[in-house]
């Protein structure tokens, strides 16, 4: 295995995906046990819209066509708006 296919751009994409989990996780284990279910939730919408478009730039350096680069772009943007109607209410 060569070194572009270990440290190559798809790789280094999972490699921040494995450290926003990790983010995730670790936050969520942070939390205190009565409010764990409201920092799940604010944790998912805070981070999912960055993992979604890192999806996206991962199918686009994979190669994928452009309907999977189009599918996260498109579904971090709903999850983006819900984010904000949560923090204005």
Same mark, same amino acid.
């Given at each position: 295995?060569?070194?572009?296919?270990? $440290?190559?751009?798809? @790789?280094?994409?999972? $490699? &921040?995906?494995?450290? &926003? %989990?990790?983010? $995730?996780?670790?936050? +969520?284990?942070?939390?205190?046990?009565?409010?764990? @279910?409201?920092?799940? +939730?604010? *944790? $998912?919408? +805070? *981070? !999912?819209?960055?993992?979604?478009?890192? %999806?996206? %730039?991962?199918? !686009?350096?994979?190669?994928?066509?452009? &309907?999977?680069?189009?599918?996260? *772009?498109? *579904?971090?943007?709903?999850?983006? &708006?819900?984010?904000?109607? @949560? @923090?204005?209410?």
């Amino acid at each position: 295995m060569s070194l572009g296919a270990i $440290f190559g751009p798809a @790789r280094m994409v999972d $490699f &921040i995906l494995l450290i &926003i %989990l990790a983010e $995730f996780l670790f936050l +969520t284990s942070r939390a205190p046990a009565g409010g764990r @279910r409201a920092r799940v +939730t604010d *944790l $998912f919408f +805070t *981070l !999912a819209p960055g993992a979604c478009i890192l %999806l996206a %730039l991962r199918a !686009a350096v994979s190669g994928a066509g452009w &309907i999977g680069i189009a599918l996260p *772009l498109a *579904l971090s943007f709903p999850i983006h &708006i819900g984010d904000l109607v @949560r @923090r204005r209410f």
